[in-house]
């Protein structure tokens, strides 16, 4: 199954519009290594893809059961993870301009 998911991956349509990747662009990719246990490449192909995971994983608790997770908490998730991917695609960009 995983297999034919990996052959069947979304295109990115920002890269596809306008030649380079988005914020995202790894993700699919790396969350496949992450299934088959590669931890180390999944890292290196998208880092910010285990706080998403686990940001996700807040907002399905917090879906479940509103009052074990504090909206002040969930914005401070949201935040620092939107965080993490705009340091990630700002130093990716930075080696892609100076390499």
Same mark, same amino acid.
């Given at each position: @199954?995983?297999?034919?998911? /990996?052959?069947?991956?979304?295109?990115?349509?920002?890269?596809?519009?306008?030649?380079?990747?988005?914020?995202?662009?790894?993700? /699919?990719?790396?969350?496949?290594?992450?299934? /088959?246990?590669?931890?180390?490449?999944?890292? /290196? @192909?998208?880092?910010?893809?285990?706080?998403? $995971?686990?940001?996700?994983? %807040?907002?399905?608790?917090?879906?479940?059961?509103?009052?074990? %997770?504090?909206?002040?908490?969930?914005?401070?998730?949201?935040?620092? %993870?939107?965080?993490?991917?705009?340091?990630?695609?700002?130093?990716?960009?930075?080696? $892609?301009?100076?390499?």
């Amino acid at each position: @199954m995983i297999t034919w998911l /990996q052959n069947h991956l979304l295109p990115c349509a920002f890269k596809t519009l306008f030649g380079i990747d988005c914020p995202i662009c790894g993700f /699919q990719r790396a969350f496949f290594l992450l299934l /088959q246990g590669r931890f180390t490449n999944s890292f /290196q @192909m998208y880092p910010p893809l285990i706080p998403c $995971l686990l940001f996700l994983l %807040v907002i399905g608790i917090y879906l479940v059961k509103k009052e074990a %997770v504090k909206p002040l908490l969930l914005r401070i998730c949201c935040f620092s %993870v939107l965080g993490i991917i705009c340091v990630n695609y700002f130093v990716k960009l930075s080696f $892609l301009i100076f390499s």
